[in-house]
């Protein structure tokens, strides 16, 4: 009977039956306000921008600083808008010379670290404070590549100072972020307290792209000086939030700027200067993206992130209402989206889906200097015999789309439909590819050197389940023109190492993108790049070089976006690359949020978010109603049970009376 009692129990607890009396469920006790929940997947490592480059430190840093630039919350492709720049910057005539209006009143979040602890007005000194300590050799900033070769007199500086870093150890100095900062740097300089100018050493059009990350946001020395080490874990910036409380493994709650700028929704319908050139204002209307243009931000008061490391929890929390936005877990995809539409439960809660190609391309890289791989039509043939439907439906489970390009949509440059080696339906073309391998010199397969199937190896760079079928898929596939595959698995360290000695045919790798511009994929393809450099496919095409090297010094505009379509074809043509797919991300979200347009490219989205409390409360009510039925059955099985048992007992007792 124990056994029996123990099992219902169980049950019960599964549905949320034991203990009916007890306090609601609610993880936000005593909770006040339009607070935004949010869930992380991973531990942020640090808040002190020389070295936020993981996505979750990242999406809760995005909110409380601010740089000089900042991504236009709903224009695709996507641009850049002024922030803490009053405007758009000047630039010379010889694209060398930025200069940046700073913007006026802007005041640093209040602190302890202030004196008095009001924060003070921010300050072109302060950008050039906190660009500088991006460099210094001992913050260590996982960033300064954005910076290195690119701003004139910035390397030199940083050398300079590395060596007296150690001379001055070396003689038992202490030396931290702060020593040797107020040197001259002629690169980046306040011309007056309102006015930053930066210097490039060369010309470099993506510039404006690093701006708007997290490595160049400002904040004030006074904040380095009065926390120290502890700064990483208490950020003081402009942002429309401020931290009010950060544990590392539990939370961050940050709450509403009561001094944030006056920073507003764009509102294109009536003020002709927030009518972006290239955006489609009117579609977003129309589609419910944009809903509260012209009110100031931010429009609620907080933002609680949790760090919820398990998928099934923060799947949990999302459909308990728990959470307003959420990418499903693989193992819950099923349970939210239904092929590319929500499931009836997500659709009957009103739940918005945004499904957004990752910023991003998997590709398989072909070593062309390889002696083997070095035949065009052998690439080619490889290409065609990619099912690349299965690759999306079986390895992806629906979540990618078929890259037509190695530029994904999105981004100035991506053309639909120019993707000669793929077929017009994504499937394989066996007999083409047949066709192509016999010119390649290798009909049926059959490598004329030995009078076998010709042989290739493919390198993968790990043993989780999904690169395992992935690189099985590439064997069988390529089976079916008559090549065989070794499968060689190595470490991603091992992998690298091939590539950089050019000891390997084909790989499977992915690209994602650090700022929103073809070039910065294009350069994987750039012939002076060739491995050990990052063009690890070693494709050498002067006319593609010189396309790329007139690309590289010219601005955003129609004429290099032609000229990266015509780089884009070029590889589309040569197949250095087999191009895979774009993986898609499905964002979730509550049906009483409103005005944010989630995007993967950046975190500053969040801040344009609304919520509608009053619907939250009674939908989270609805939504987790007790399910009470199971407890009559509960109650019905437990008294008959407990009745049996009692009948059994008397039974037992008068036998043993009888046999007495």
């Not at 005593?30 to 999406?59: C, Q, W």
């Not at 702060?178 to 002629?186: A, E, I, N």
């Not at 009117?282 to 490391?309: K, N, S, V, Y």
């Not at 005005?595 to 989270?620: F, I, N, P, T």
Request: aromatic fraction near 10%; charged fraction near 25%.
């Amino acid at each position: 009977m124990r056994a029996v009692l123990r099992l219902l129990l169980a049950l019960l607890a599964s549905l949320g039956l034991v203990g009916l009396s007890s306090c609601s469920p609610d993880p936000y006790p005593g909770e006040e306000g339009a607070i935004l929940h949010m869930s992380l997947r991973g531990l942020a490592k640090s808040l002190d921008p020389p070295v936020i480059g993981v996505e979750y430190s990242n999406r809760i840093a995005s909110q409380v600083y601010e740089g000089l630039l900042a991504y236009h919350p709903y224009a695709r492709p996507f641009q850049l808008m002024p922030a803490l720049a009053e405007q758009m910057p000047t630039v010379s005539e010889d694209g060398m010379v930025y200069t940046f209006p700073i913007r006026q009143g802007v005041r640093f979040h209040d602190d302890a670290c202030f004196e008095g602890g009001t924060g003070r007005e921010v300050t072109a000194h302060d950008f050039v404070f906190s660009l500088k300590r991006l460099g210094h050799p001992k913050a260590r900033s996982t960033g300064w590549w954005l910076f290195e070769g690119k701003v004139a007199g910035f390397d030199a500086w940083r050398e300079t100072l590395i060596a007296d870093i150690e001379a001055a150890e070396t003689a038992g100095e202490t030396v931290d972020t702060l020593w040797g900062l107020d040197r001259d740097l002629p690169g980046i300089v306040a011309v007056d307290d309102h006015t930053l100018q930066i210097t490039l050493a060369e010309p470099y059009p993506q510039f404006l792209w690093t701006l708007a990350m997290n490595y160049a946001v400002v904040y004030p020395r006074e904040a380095v000086e009065h926390y120290g080490k502890e700064f990483r874990n208490h950020p003081v910036g402009t942002g429309p939030f401020q931290l009010a409380e950060y544990n590392p493994v539990y939370r961050v709650l940050m709450e509403k700027n009561p001094h944030y700028w006056d920073n507003r929704v764009p509102d294109p319908a009536n003020v002709p200067a927030d009518r972006l050139e290239g955006w489609d204002w009117q579609a977003d209307i129309d589609e419910g993206r944009l809903t509260h243009p012209g009110e100031r931000l931010p429009l609620i008061d907080g933002i609680e992130m949790r760090f919820i490391l398990e998928d099934q929890p923060r799947w949990l929390y999302f459909k308990s209402g728990h959470t307003d936005w959420l990418i499903p877990p693989k193992d819950n995809s099923a349970e939210a989206i239904q092929g590319k539409e929500l499931s009836p439960l997500m659709a009957s809660r009103n739940v918005r889906l945004t499904a957004i190609a990752e910023m991003g391309t998997v590709y398989t890289a072909l070593n062309t200097d390889d002696e083997v791989m070095g035949n065009v039509n052998l690439r080619r043939a490889l290409a065609l015999a990619i099912d690349h439907n299965w690759t999306v439906d079986n390895l992806y489970s629906g979540n990618a789309q078929v890259a037509e390009s190695l530029i994904p949509p999105g981004i100035a440059g991506y053309e639909h439909g120019y993707h000669p080696y793929k077929t017009a339906d994504y499937s394989a073309d066996i007999p083409r590819a047949k066709e192509l391998l016999a010119e390649a010199g290798y009909p049926d397969g059959i490598d004329p050197k030995t009078g076998k199937p010709l042989r290739l190896r493919f390198e993968n760079s790990g043993t989780s389940t999904t690169q395992r079928h992935f690189a099985e898929r590439v064997r069988d596939e390529f089976r079916r023109i008559g090549i065989e595959v070794d499968i060689i698995v190595n470490t991603w360290p091992q992998m690298n190492e091939k590539m950089r000695n050019r000891d390997y045919q084909m790989a499977g790798l992915a690209w994602g993108f650090d700022y929103p511009d073809a070039q910065n994929i294009l350069q994987l393809l750039y012939g002076p790049n060739q491995a050990p450099g990052i063009n690890r496919s070693n494709y050498d095409n002067p006319e593609f070089d010189a396309l790329y090297e007139q690309s590289s010094t010219m601005s955003d505009s129609p004429e290099r976006t032609a000229l990266y379509q015509r780089m884009a074809r070029m590889v589309a043509d040569d197949v250095p690359w087999i191009v895979r797919v774009h993986r898609t991300r499905n964002n979730l979200q509550q049906p009483w949020v409103s005005g944010a347009y989630y995007s993967e490219v950046h975190d500053q989205w969040v801040k344009y978010a609304a919520l509608d409390v009053e619907m939250r409360e009674r939908l989270v009510a609805e939504w987790n109603v007790p399910v009470r039925w199971p407890l009559g059955v509960f109650l019905l099985l437990f008294f008959g049970i407990l009745g049996g048992s009692v009948v059994q007992a008397r039974r037992t007792k008068g036998l043993q009376k009888v046999a007495a």
